[in-house]
């Protein structure tokens, strides 16, 4: 098999800079993927953020080139480090500044095209050929417009196949179309997209990519319908030869029980019983009795609309006093939702807390102490809160949509099997229905523990979806080769 070239584009990436799921996924696929047999080349790229730490990482300058823009020439310098073995490139420019996003979206706009377009020098400054450019959501989508456009100008470039992965459809770069036209990048007159999409980032990544990829499979039929397209819908469904989707992984070792520095007790699975000094230590924390028996339920989330917690509310609101159940709701963001959550504590004070913060240790107690996960989604690309609770033995009550309906199977009373309860619409009477059925199967610890089982079982290595992206890569090039 031949080696391939791949220089792989976003905003973030963890350990440099984090500020989301997306942070996550760029910092563990470009290792996973460098770890395969035949490994490609891969090279990321990133913009240099103030706060990212040039010291620490040891940045090294390599060059200095300038980009057009309407008003000036901007200067773009580009570093290097390594990191577990893979190069990283930073390219650092007046329009790249302290915030990874900001509210403004014109700067955000100036930030991330002058980011897309500097990146795509970059070969030609390491006198090196990427086989394909893969780019990651709008921020670094109009790269491959770009590319589209000029390919033929330069000789790095000329056979650069691309790949767009999509982490979360409705960011669309809307308010970048006045930087797209600052920086001479024209709409898409000529392409199908609808024609509010064709000077938008993101549509003009999908308008231009060889190959479409989103964080599920599920997800990847979503995005088809009215109710998850984000109004792309009809566009995208004339592009399903280039759409796939390939699940996130989790990062095993930052995610081990029997591991996890922040537990009072470490387990696996054939010591799922000691499992119950953790739930006894996150009882006493939140001020519980520590009546081991009542099922603790989990909400560790976004307050985001797109979460759900609002729905989880009235459900936990209706279950009431019905049934035995306590739960803890760890989360921040939106004021109302949060105040939401706050008041069913203060409705509910004997079965439920409301810690409004980001707290990653509370999360990690919660993940081994608590018995289920709630994760109300009203769309969830991938998700990872399902995959942790499962590697911790804490069984995901969720919606059935997006990665969560890939990466959960559905509990079924007939046989047993099964990781987790799903259940279909987003409407309350669902959920209710399904933690009803999460709580009765609870009373029988055999059959809970076989869940617990199978759901630590289950295999979310990056390893798993860098083979895949691998495959996808060489059906990439095969096409490409098709093509010409
Ligand atoms: P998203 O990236 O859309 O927020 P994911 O399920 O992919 O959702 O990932 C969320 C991650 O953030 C999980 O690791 C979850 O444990 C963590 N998380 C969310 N809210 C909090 C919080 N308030 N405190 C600690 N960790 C949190």
């Given at each position: 098999?031949?080696?391939l070239?791949?220089?792989f584009a ?6 440099f800079?984090?500020v989301?799921g ?40 390599v ?23 893979v ?7 007046e329009?790249?500044?302290e915030?990874v996003?900001s509210s403004d ?5 100036l930030k ?6 500097a ?23 109009a ?8 390919r ?16 979360n459809l ?5 308010g970048t ?7 001479g990048v024209?709409?898409a007159?000529?392409s ?5 999409a ?8 999908l308008?231009?990519a ?5 964080v ?6 979503e995005v ?5 397209g984000?109004g792309?819908?009809?566009?995208l ?15 095993l ?7 996890d ?10 010591s ?7 739930k ?11 009546e081991?028996?009542?099922?603790l339920?989990?909400?560790i ?5 797109q979460?759900?917690?609002?729905v ?8 009431g006093e ?6 803890v709701?760890l989360?921040t963001?939106s004021?109302?939702?949060?105040d939401?959550?706050r008041?069913?504590?203060?409705r509910f004070?004997?079965r439920?807390?409301?810690?409004i ?15 289920m ?6 769309y ?13 033995g804490?069984v995901?009550v ?8 890939d ?10 099997q099964?990781?987790g309860f ?8 669902e959920?209710?229905y399904?933690l009803?059925g999460?709580?009765d ?5 055999r059959?809970?523990l076989?869940?617990q089982?199978?759901?630590?079982k ?7 979806s860098?083979v ?5 890569y060489?059906d990439?090039?095969?096409a490409?080769i098709?093509?010409?």
């Open positions: 098999m031949k080696k070239n791949v220089l976003a905003s973030e990436a963890a350990p800079v984090k989301g997306l942070g996550d996924v760029a910092g563990s696929l470009p290792r996973a993927l460098s770890r395969l047999e035949h490994a490609p080349d891969i090279r990321m790229v990133l913009p240099l953020h103030q706060s990212i730490d040039r010291e620490k990482y040891s940045l090294k300058p060059a200095v080139f300038t980009i057009a823009h309407a008003y000036q020439q901007i200067q773009a310098e580009v570093f290097e480090t390594e990191f577990a073995g190069p990283v490139y930073f390219i650092a420019g329009p790249i500044g915030a996003y979206e014109y700067l955000d706009g991330y095209i002058f980011f897309s377009l990146l795509l020098e970059l070969p030609r400054v390491l006198k090196w050929h990427p086989d394909i450019l893969h780019v990651n959501d709008w921020h670094t989508a790269a491959i417009y770009s590319l589209s456009l000029h033929g100008r330069d000789p790095y470039l000329k056979d650069t196949a691309s790949l767009l992965t999509i982490h409705p960011y669309l770069g809307v179309e006045k930087a797209l036209e600052e920086f024209p709409p007159y000529n199908d997209l609808p024609d509010w064709k000077q938008m980032p993101l549509p003009l990544g308008h231009a060889d190959k479409i990829n989103l599920s499979p599920g997800y990847a039929e088809l319908t009215p109710e998850f984000s792309l819908d009809g566009y469904e004339t592009q399903t030869q280039k759409l796939t989707g390939i699940i996130n992984g989790l990062d070792e930052n995610w081990n029980p029997e591991q520095q922040e537990l009072v007790q470490n387990f696996n699975r054939a799922l019983g000691k499992r119950n000094k953790n006894k230590h996150l009882l006493t924390t939140l001020d519980f009795s520590d081991i028996e009542t099922p339920i989990g909400i989330s976004r307050m985001d609309y979460k759900g917690i609002d989880a509310v009235e459900a936990l609101t209706e279950l019905k049934r035995d159940w306590r739960a709701i989360g963001g004021p109302e939702i949060e939401q959550a008041a069913l504590a203060r004070p004997q439920v807390r409301t810690l913060r980001f707290d990653a240790i509370l999360a990690r107690r919660i993940y081994a102490g608590a018995d996960i709630l994760i109300p989604s009203r969830e690309p991938c998700g990872l809160t399902q995959m942790i609770g499962m590697r911790y804490c995901p969720a919606r059935a949509v997006g990665g969560l309906k990466t959960i199977e559905d509990y079924n009373p007939r046989n047993g099964g990781t799903l259940y279909q619409e987003n409407n309350l009477q959920l209710v399904a009803e999460a709580l199967v609870y009373r029988d610890q059959h809970w076989g869940i089982q199978a759901g630590m289950q295999d979310f290595s990056w390893r798993r860098a895949q992206y691998l495959a996808l060489h990439l090039i095969n490409r098709k093509k010409l």
